[in-house]
C-alpha cells in the first residue's frame, strides 16, 4: 500500500511539474497589456527591458514579471497593474508610492528612500535603502517595522 501511495504521489509531482514548463515564457514589451506598458514609459522612461517572463497559473491567472537592464523589477498582474517594484539598490518612482506612506518616511526615516514597494491584500510593503521593511494596512498606517539583522 505504501508503495502504491508512493507511486502515486510520484506521479502527481512529475506531471504537475511538466505542466509548470508550459506554464512560463517570454514576450516583447508591445505584448505587455496596455496598463502596463504605459506605468513602464511614465515611471521608467529611458530604462531598457531585458526580458518579459510570463506565468501563468492553474486558474488562468497571469503574471508578468519585468526585469529592467538596470537590474529593477516590476510584477504586474493580468490585467497590467503592478504589484511589486523593486529598484535594488535605486529609489523607486515616488510618483508609485501614497503620499501618507510618503509622509511617514520622511518623517521617521529621514536621509533614508524607498527601494522596493509590494502591494499586498493587506496594505502595502515597502523596504528602504538601509534594509528597514515597513508594513501599512490598506488605510496606508503603519503595521510593523522590522530591521534587518
Not at 503574471?63 to 529609489?91: A, H, M, P, Q
Not at 520622511?106 to 533614508?112: A, H, I, L, V
Request: glycine share 4%.
Amino acid at each position: 500500500m505504501k508503495k502504491i501511495i508512493l507511486l502515486l504521489i510520484v506521479m502527481m509531482m512529475s506531471v504537475s511539474s511538466s505542466y509548470a514548463i508550459f506554464d512560463k515564457y517570454t514576450i516583447k514589451r508591445e505584448e505587455l497589456p496596455e496598463e502596463a506598458q504605459s506605468m513602464l514609459k511614465e515611471y521608467f522612461p529611458k530604462a531598457k527591458v531585458s526580458m518579459i517572463k510570463v506565468d501563468k497559473h492553474l486558474l488562468k491567472k497571469t503574471d508578468y514579471d519585468v526585469r529592467l537592464v538596470n537590474g529593477s523589477t516590476i510584477e504586474f498582474n493580468n490585467k497590467g497593474k503592478w504589484t511589486s517594484v523593486d529598484c535594488k539598490s535605486r529609489e523607486v518612482p515616488s510618483g508609485l508610492v501614497n503620499k501618507t506612506i510618503k509622509k511617514y518616511v520622511e518623517k521617521n526615516f529621514p536621509d533614508t528612500y524607498i527601494v522596493k514597494i509590494e502591494k499586498k491584500s493587506g496594505g502595502t510593503e515597502i523596504e528602504l535603502n538601509d534594509g528597514i521593511e515597513l508594513k501599512f494596512n490598506l488605510l496606508n498606517q503603519i503595521k510593523k517595522v522590522e530591521m534587518e539583522d
